[in-house]
C-alpha cells in the first residue's frame, strides 16, 4: 500500500458521492417535469421549447443547437407548438433567409404558469436551503452547466 492510497480511497468516495448525488438530484428534477408537463400535455422537449424561448426570439436553427436536435426534428417539434398556439414564427429582420421563433402570449402565459408550478413543486428541496446555500448552488450549478459531459 502506497501512502497516496488512502488519499486516492477518499478522492475516489468523494467524486462517487457527488456523481450519486446529482444523478439522485437530476431523476428527482426530471420527475417533478415529467409530472407538471404531462398535466399540460407537453413533453419534456417542449417544456424546454418553453422555457427557452421565455425570453428571447430565436433563429430555428439557434433554438435546434439549444436542444441538440437536428434541423429536421426541429422543424416538426416547432409545427406541433405552432398548432397548439403556443410559438410563432417570423422572417428574422437581420437575414431575411432565416426563420425566428418566438413564443405567442398563450405560451407566455403557459411557460409563466408552468415555472410557478415547478417553482413550488422543488420548493421543499430549494428551501430546505439558506438564501446563501441557494446563491451557491445556483452558481455552482450554472458554471456546471458551461463545461459539457465528455
Given at each position: 500500500?502506497?501512502?497516496?492510497?488512502?488519499?486516492?480511497?477518499?478522492?475516489?468516495?468523494?467524486?462517487?458521492?457527488?456523481?450519486?448525488?446529482?444523478?439522485?438530484?437530476?431523476?428527482?428534477?426530471?420527475?417533478?417535469?415529467?409530472?407538471?408537463?404531462?398535466?399540460?400535455?407537453?413533453?419534456?422537449?417542449?417544456?424546454?421549447?418553453?422555457?427557452?424561448?421565455?425570453?428571447?426570439?430565436?433563429?430555428?436553427?439557434?433554438?435546434?443547437?439549444?436542444?441538440?436536435?437536428?434541423?429536421?426534428?426541429?422543424?416538426?417539434?416547432?409545427?406541433?407548438?405552432?398548432?397548439?398556439?403556443?410559438?410563432?414564427?417570423?422572417?428574422?429582420?437581420?437575414?431575411?433567409?432565416?426563420?425566428?421563433?418566438?413564443?405567442?402570449?398563450?405560451?407566455?402565459?403557459?411557460?409563466?404558469?408552468?415555472?410557478?408550478?415547478?417553482?413550488?413543486?422543488?420548493?421543499?428541496?430549494?428551501?430546505?436551503?439558506?438564501?446563501?446555500?441557494?446563491?451557491?448552488?445556483?452558481?455552482l450549478l450554472e458554471?456546471?452547466?458551461?463545461?459539457?459531459?465528455?
Amino acid at each position: 500500500m502506497t501512502n497516496t492510497q488512502p488519499i486516492d480511497d477518499l478522492r475516489t468516495e468523494e467524486r462517487n458521492g457527488l456523481v450519486d448525488a446529482l444523478a439522485r438530484s437530476a431523476f428527482e428534477t426530471v420527475a417533478v417535469l415529467s409530472r407538471i408537463s404531462a398535466e399540460y400535455d407537453l413533453s419534456l422537449t417542449q417544456l424546454r421549447v418553453l422555457a427557452i424561448l421565455r425570453d428571447r426570439r430565436l433563429r430555428m436553427a439557434g433554438l435546434a443547437d439549444y436542444l441538440g436536435l437536428e434541423k429536421s426534428t426541429m422543424t416538426g417539434l416547432v409545427d406541433r407548438a405552432e398548432k397548439r398556439g403556443l410559438v410563432e414564427r417570423a422572417p428574422s429582420e437581420t437575414d431575411r433567409r432565416a426563420v425566428e421563433v418566438y413564443l405567442s402570449a398563450a405560451g407566455l402565459a403557459l411557460a409563466d404558469e408552468v415555472e410557478v408550478r415547478v417553482a413550488a413543486a422543488l420548493s421543499p428541496v430549494t428551501d430546505a436551503l439558506t438564501p446563501t446555500e441557494r446563491r451557491r448552488l445556483r452558481a455552482l450549478l450554472e458554471k456546471t452547466l458551461t463545461t459539457p459531459p465528455h
